[in-house]
Nanobody, 121 residues
Framework: QVQLVESGGGLVQAGGSLRLSCAAS????????MGWYRQAPGKQRELVAT???????NYADSVKGRFTISRDNAKNTVYLQMNSLKPEDTAVYYC???????????????WGQGTQVTVSS
C-alpha cells in the first residue's frame, strides 16, 4: 500500500509564503511523477503543479510565476514552494503520486489526505 503524507499547510496572509512537503512510502515499484492538486470549497479538484522524474513540470496558469514544484526522487518526496499567496489560493492541497506497483501492472494514481492552506486578505 502506497502512503502519501503532506505537511506544511496553514494560515498565511496575502503576499506570504508557504512550503508544502509530501513523502511517498510503501509498496511501490516506481514513481514516475508527483504533484499537487487543490480543491476549494464548492469547486472541483484542479491541478496545481506536477513534475516527472525527468524534471518536466506543468503548472496551472493561475500559479505560474508564484509557485515552484521540486522533487527529491531518491526520497520520493515532492515540494511546493508557494510565494505571493492570494486569497484565491485557499484550498485543501492534495499530494499526488503516479507510479507502478509492479512493472507488469498499469500506472496508478495515489493521493494524500490533504493539507489545508488558508490565505487571509
Amino acid at each position: 500500500q502506497v502512503q502519501l503524507v503532506e505537511s506544511g499547510g496553514g494560515l498565511v496572509q496575502a503576499g506570504g509564503s508557504l512550503r508544502l512537503s509530501c513523502a511517498a512510502s510503501g509498496s511501490i515499484f516506481s514513481i514516475n511523477a508527483m504533484g499537487w492538486y487543490r480543491q476549494a470549497p464548492g469547486k472541483q479538484r484542479e491541478l496545481v503543479a506536477t513534475m516527472t522524474n525527468g524534471g518536466t513540470t506543468n503548472y496551472a496558469d493561475s500559479v505560474k510565476g508564484r509557485f515552484t514544484i521540486s522533487r527529491d526522487n531518491a526520497k520520493n518526496t515532492v515540494y511546493l514552494q508557494m510565494n505571493s499567496l492570494k486569497p484565491e489560493d485557499t484550498a485543501v492541497y492534495y499530494c499526488n503520486a503516479r507510479g507502478l506497483v509492479a512493472i507488469t501492472l498499469p500506472l496508478q494514481d495515489y493521493w494524500g489526505q490533504g493539507t489545508q492552506v488558508t490565505v487571509s486578505s
